[in-house]
């Protein structure tokens, strides 16, 4: 039999999608709320669970040429990984400031500079 090659759940893949761009949308506002992994989320998923909805990403003035560069290169624009090390930044001083316990903030900024690392090893798209 023809199994769906995206799998038994398209609308599954559609709401995560748009679940992630709710919480990419939220992230323009919140400073501590990542934008870029939830954009990047929705695409994945929406390729999955909408072809429409993968090409309005993609074709969008703002987002198409980010999803475009990771999903071609894996890059992420230089500008991009500023703006995540300084709200990461913001979010280990928040951390700081806030957690009730000094290891849950030392855990969650490790965590925090793990992806920057790992984010700032990813090639930068060319222009």
């Known amino acids: 039999m023809g199994r769906d090659p995206h799998g038994p759940v398209p609308w599954a893949w559609l709401l995560l999608a748009y679940l992630s761009l709710g919480l990419a949308a939220a992230g323009v506002v919140l400073p501590l709320l990542p934008t870029?992994?939830?954009v990047l989320l929705a695409a994945?998923?929406?390729a999955r669970g909408s072809k429409q909805l993968h090409q309005r990403l993609l074709t969008h003035r703002?987002?198409?040429p980010m999803i475009r560069d990771w999903q071609c290169h894996g890059a992420v624009s230089r500008r991009a990984k500023w703006l995540a090390s300084a709200s990461m930044l913001l979010a280990a001083a928040v951390a700081f400031?806030?957690?009730p316990h000094l290891w849950i903030a030392a855990?969650?900024?490790i965590s925090m500079a793990v992806i920057a690392c790992w984010l700032w090893l990813r090639p930068e798209p060319e222009r």
């Open 36 to 38: 870029v992994p939830f």
């Open 97 to 99: 400031l806030t957690a």
């Open 44 to 46: 994945y998923a929406a």
């Open 107 to 109: 855990v969650a900024t």
């Open 62 to 64: 703002v987002f198409g």
